[in-house]
């Protein structure tokens, strides 16, 4: 059953505090992104990547960091220094960077107090 | 800069059609999706236009024009299922897809 995970699906932390959020595909795609939602947004690109061991910034990358040291696996990490990080996160992968449809995980939703 | 332009809100009745219109202005242009997404559920694919026309798949449709910067979604024979947000999204060049911030459709009896 092939797809994407990411959990966990709610999680709470103190303000000041680093939260690593995984993302997992059994897809076999190469491009995975991470994206952020917020109410009355669209989706906002944090980071992306195309390949392992390689990947860029999006539009709004201050503030995180991202990993992709295998083909499955692209974590992303909500550091102290980003100052709004209560939001829906969402991550997605394809089977190639841009043309193909984005197929997305069921998301998680971080609250910072 | 770039901008994608969509109602914050619709309203249709159960067997109705409506129509979801996008407008787009991006520094480049490499086709558009447009995504279903239930409330606090991940997007899901619907379509892909790269070329001017009208795309069909079923209950939906996806009409591109690429000189207007304009798109629609149209949904036939409404259900009380398509009630979610719907997300226009232009990919661009360098590979980036941008997203507007959707249209919410509520579907009533």
């Known amino acids: 059953d092939g797809g994407i995970t990411q959990s966990p699906k709610y999680l709470f932390r103190k303000e000041g505090q680093n939260v690593t959020l995984s993302c997992e595909q059994n897809l076999n795609h190469d491009a995975m992104y991470w994206y952020r939602q917020d109410p009355g947004q669209g989706l906002r690109l944090i980071y992306y990547?195309?390949?392992?061991?390689?990947?860029q910034k999006g539009d709004i990358a201050e503030g995180y960091s991202v990993s992709r040291e295998k083909k499955e696996s692209f974590p992303l990490t909500v550091t102290s220094a980003q100052k709004n990080p209560t939001a829906f996160y969402l991550c997605?992968?394809?089977?190639?960077?841009?043309?193909?449809?984005?197929?997305f995980g069921p998301g998680t939703r971080l609250t910072v107090t | 800069g770039q901008n994608i332009d969509q109602p914050t809100e619709m309203t249709a009745t159960e067997g109705a059609i409506v129509q979801i219109n996008c407008t787009y202005q991006?520094?480049?242009?490499?086709?558009l999706f447009w995504y279903q997404q239930h409330a606090g559920e991940a997007p899901t694919f619907l379509s892909y236009?790269?070329?001017?026309g009208l795309e069909e798949k079923g209950r939906f449709s996806s009409f591109l024009s690429r000189s207007k910067g304009y798109s629609y979604l149209l949904l036939k024979e409404l259900q009380m299922k398509d009630s979610a947000s719907y997300l226009c999204?232009?990919?661009?060049?360098?590979?980036?897809?941008?997203f507007g911030a959707g249209t919410r459709l509520f579907v009533k009896a």
């Open positions: 990547s195309q390949i392992v061991n390689d990947f």
């Open positions: 997605a992968s394809s089977a190639r960077q841009g043309a193909d449809e984005q197929y």
């Open positions: 991006t520094s480049g242009f490499n086709g």
């Open positions: 999204a232009v990919e661009t060049g360098g590979f980036k897809t941008i």
């Open positions: 236009n790269v070329l001017d």
